[in-house]
C-alpha cells in the first residue's frame, strides 16, 4: 500500500512537510491559512478551502471526517471561528473535534486544523 503525499513544501530555510497524505483508506490534511492578515473568520475560511481541494484529490469530502484537532492562537476567537466550522462541516456527519490555544510558530497565525477523512 502506498502512501500518497499531497502539497509537498521544500526548501532552504522551510520544513519539509505535506500539507496532506492519504493511504489506503484514510486522509489527512494540517494546514494554517497563507493569507496571514486575514481575521480569524478569514484564515478559518482559507484552511477550509484547502482541505476541500486535498479532500478532493484524495477521493474524499468533509462528508467523510473522523476527526478534527484546532489550534487557536487566542480562545477569544472561539466563537468566531466556530461560526465557520459549522457552515462549512456537512451537519449529517460531523466529526469528532478538539480545541485547543497554543502559541502558533508564526505569530501572525491565529488558527491551525488538521482532519482526518476517510475516502
Known sequence: ????????IQGP???SICLAMARGDWVTV??????RNADI???TRQIFEIFD???ADA??????LLTAQVWLKDMRDYDAMNAVWNAWI???????????SANMSKPESL???RVTAAR
Open 1 to 8: 500500500m502506498e502512501t500518497e503525499r499531497y502539497g509537498l
Open 13 to 15: 530555510g522551510r520544513p
Open 30 to 35: 494540517c494546514c494554517t491559512a497563507p493569507n
Open 41 to 43: 473568520e478569514g484564515q
Open 53 to 55: 481541494g486535498y479532500l
Open 59 to 64: 477521493g474524499s469530502d468533509r462528508s467523510k
Open 90 to 100: 456537512d451537519p449529517a456527519n460531523p466529526p469528532a473535534r478538539s480545541c485547543v
Open 111 to 113: 488558527i491551525e486544523i
